[in-house]
């Protein structure tokens, strides 16, 4: 039996090494990293069980506890499932929250079952602080911030150039009212960890400078960590200005028809053409306020005409009565003002391809 230690965190990540998370589900589900698949030593009621006799009797009292609650069948199952895992990814490792009981009782159960697995010395805890660790590099390298209206194509730029750090996609989220995802939004920490493994993945291929799409602070429910968003406030901008055909072309292929599909891929015909309808009302709802009540309820009357069109087959076209007017009317003047109060960092300008060549050759 052996451990991992932390001149071994960085193989871990880079390689993809499949892990056995042994924590509790309700850990589990807090975060965690990519890799991982979650088979517990105890499920969130014997967790809890055994905190509270801790606290009360102490440790020899908990621990005597755990092995009575799992035994018998109960463990025999769970040592099952830690095999099957082992079979499968011989190269893997497992941890629990702090590389203590958890993980070694799981080790020793695997070794009397003929499987020697090793550990994450640490365990949770170490490889979470060995990645928030990257995402403080990450805020101290250069950077440049790719900014633009509403349909310009920043994401699509960052995700193709090697040194871009693609926020919203680690996220899972576009960052508007209507920039949720059918797959649903990260964790915060699971959100911060995808970004930090993004980076050292980058970083270990010899990238040392960036690219980011202006954000705010908040993506969705995450929060862009206090260290990238404050340098991204220091760092010079470049604009893409594409023609307005050209955004409203790429967000109605993202926004509408790219999400119907999603929907009902992931849902089936009528369920998923009722989340989708429900993904675009609740995007025009969340900025009523800032529309006004007489244009919300305007743009909501064009954006029933449209999905009623749509749901028919005839075409996607009706969309531009909704979408046009809320592009011109509502985001190009918030985001033209946003961008005015940045002007002097701004460092070029010019249509995606122009600001693509800028960027690879620029020598931030």
Sequence with gaps: MFELHSADYRRIFLNDTPLIDVRAPVEFAQGAFPTSTNIALMNDEERKAVGTCYKQHGQQAALSLGHRLVSGSVREERVAQWLAFCRQHPEGVLYCMRGGLRSHITQQWLKEAGQDYPLVSGGYKALRNFLIAINQQLAEQPMRIVGGNTGSGKTLLIRELPFGVDLEGAAKHRGSSFGRTVAGQSTQINFENILAIDVLKKQHAGVSRWALEDEGRTIG??????????????????????????????LKEEYVNAMCRGFIQRYGEEEG????????????????KRLGLERYQALNAELDIALEQHRRGDGDDGHENWLVPLLKEYYDPMYTYQLGRKAERIIFRGDYAAVREFLIHDNA
């Excluded at 929060?223 to 072309?249: G, K, N, T, Y």
């Excluded at 053409?273 to 009523?288: C, D, P, T």
């Design 221 to 250: 429910s995450n929060h862009v960590p206090i260290e990238i968003f404050d340098a991204m406030q220091q760092s010079r901008i470049v604009v893409i200005d594409d023609p307005f055909e050209v955004r409203l072309a790429r």
């Design 273 to 288: 053409w009722l989340n989708f309808s429900e993904y675009l009302h609740q995007g025009m709802f969340a900025i009523r």
